[in-house]
């Protein structure tokens, strides 16, 4: 039976229009959406630090959240943020580590920082019991 009326009827018995729309899908959706840029914005901060990374041919990328930097001073920042103490270095990781075991932090360290400041970097990081570690590169061209 067609209807020529612009208003949408339930199929049910006795009920009437549908005047309400339900917003709980449209506020899942949003909130998903949230969380990936609040996600990656923090990694699109993180690059915004100058650093030439040596080249590798092996290697990929590693999901991780927190990124040391080392640059040549040294100089030293946790994602975006500069610290002036390696002990902050541990407490971040220890924090990370207190909520995630598997946690995995990245070290990108600028190659002219001098080996023995990485090896440092890596030292604490092991004396703060983390199991494993990336250090990242870039990826060198064939030749």
Do not use: C
Request: proline share 6%.
């Amino acid at each position: 039976m067609a209807s020529g009326g612009g208003s949408y009827q339930d199929e049910e018995a006795g009920s009437g229009a549908i005047t309400a729309i339900n917003v709980t899908p449209l506020v899942d959706i949003t909130l998903v959406l949230l969380i990936i840029f609040m996600v990656t914005a923090r990694l699109i901060v993180a690059r915004g630090i100058e650093v030439e990374s040596p080249k590798t041919v092996a290697g990929g990328p590693t999901p991780s959240t927190l990124e040391i930097i080392i640059r040549p001073g040294p100089q030293w920042y946790i994602g975006p943020r500069r610290v002036t103490d390696k002990q902050q270095i541990v407490a971040a990781v220890t924090q990370r580590l207190a909520h995630d075991e598997e946690f995995r932090p990245i070290i990108t360290a600028d190659r002219r920082v001098p080996h023995g400041d990485v090896m440092e970097i890596v030292d604490l990081l092991k004396g703060a019991k983390v199991k494993r570690f990336a250090m990242t590169t870039e990826v060198k061209q064939a030749e």
